[in-house]
């Protein structure tokens, strides 16, 4: 594949296009970083995904029955507060429910686990079971609300974030700030965290090992906070969550459970900043997060 047709589907992974029209075949190795699609023209989920490469033993990803419903597929869900009120903003126009994803169980932890998001922190300064500990200035563990009902997923800090040793403070962040506080859960009350924790080089995305060597600080991050709802932000954070290979736009909409907790997947503020026009479905996805929280708190 020629370098133009590489950056094409690169462009086409961020749209979170779940089609691909070609002229001729190409091939996409699912081991590269740069491989974000499947060519692929089968249009209903297997019964059973494929894990990602190198994502850790353990994760099973059924598709697509959710044994328990959290909430019927359909109009948007009114909080009882609002009931008999006006309806909050970000329920105005709301997309609705959508139907279940992939169904993920995770590896159970070990048993000298990390007994609190502190001793996580700990051990992640001074973490050196990937390459990416060469460049970094300082760890980005993940922040916020111990107990949130809401837990945020990124990719992995950026420029920012590693002088700061905090996840989404630039102009990503700024973003995420204002989307969460238009679902009325402002910054302070979520938990935020990155699939990896130290700054891959020049912002790239991280590699399947890389991913997978910090994937357990993530996995215990979130069995400690236990969230009522977890956001994907980006086909990363989907991915290593998930233990998938799939384009952005076969993952949104839907909603997935991570051992048992639903997961829903939009866009990253980063992409968001270059495209503006996807701030639009990103804002259904983030109204969608959000009425789950109504169904379930
Ligand atoms: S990215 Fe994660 S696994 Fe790699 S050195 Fe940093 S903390 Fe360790």
Redesign the pocket.
């Known amino acids: 594949m020629d370098e133009l047709a590489r950056r094409w589907l690169a462009v086409q992974r961020d749209l979170g296009g779940d089609e691909l029209i070609v002229d001729t075949p190409i091939e996409v190795s699912a081991s590269s970083p740069d491989a974000p699609v499947e060519a692929t023209s089968e249009r209903t989920p297997p019964r059973r995904s494929k894990p990602l490469p190198g994502a850790p033993r353990g994760i099973e990803s059924v598709v697509p029955q959710d044994p328990e419903p959290i909430a019927s597929v359909g109009p948007a869900i009114v909080p009882k507060r609002y009931a008999e009120g006006d309806l909050p903003a970000y329920l105005k126009d709301a997309p609705g429910i959508p139907p279940a994803g992939l169904v993920v169980t995770l590896p159970p932890p070990p048993a000298a686990a990390w007994p609190t998001l502190e001793a996580v922190a700990e ?2 300064a001074g ?7 060469a460049d ?1 200035t300082n ?1 980005v ?1 993940g922040e916020g609300n111990p107990t949130a009902s809401l837990m945020v997923v990124g990719e ?1 800090p950026g420029e920012q974030e590693d002088l700061s040793g905090r996840p989404f403070v630039g102009r990503a962040g700024e973003l995420l700030d204002k989307m969460l506080l238009a679902i009325e859960t402002p910054r302070p009350t979520v938990y935020i965290a990155n699939v ?3 700054r891959p080089p020049r912002n790239r995305t ?1 590699l399947p090992d ?1 991913r997978a ?2 994937l357990p ?1 993530l996995h215990r991050q979130i069995a400690l906070v236990r969230p009522k709802v977890l956001l994907a932000l980006g086909a990363t954070a989907a991915e290593a969550l998930l233990g998938v290979k799939k384009p952005l736009g076969e993952l949104r909409l839907k909603v997935h459970r991570l051992d048992g907790i639903p997961l829903v997947v939009t866009y990253h503020p980063a992409a968001l900043l270059r495209n503006p026009n996807w701030k639009r479905p990103a804002w259904d996805d983030v109204r969608i997060a959000r009425q789950l929280l109504d169904a379930l708190v």
């Open positions: 051990t992640v973490c050196r079971a990937c390459p990416l500990c970094r760890t563990p992995g990896v924790k130290c991280p890389e060597a910090c600080y």
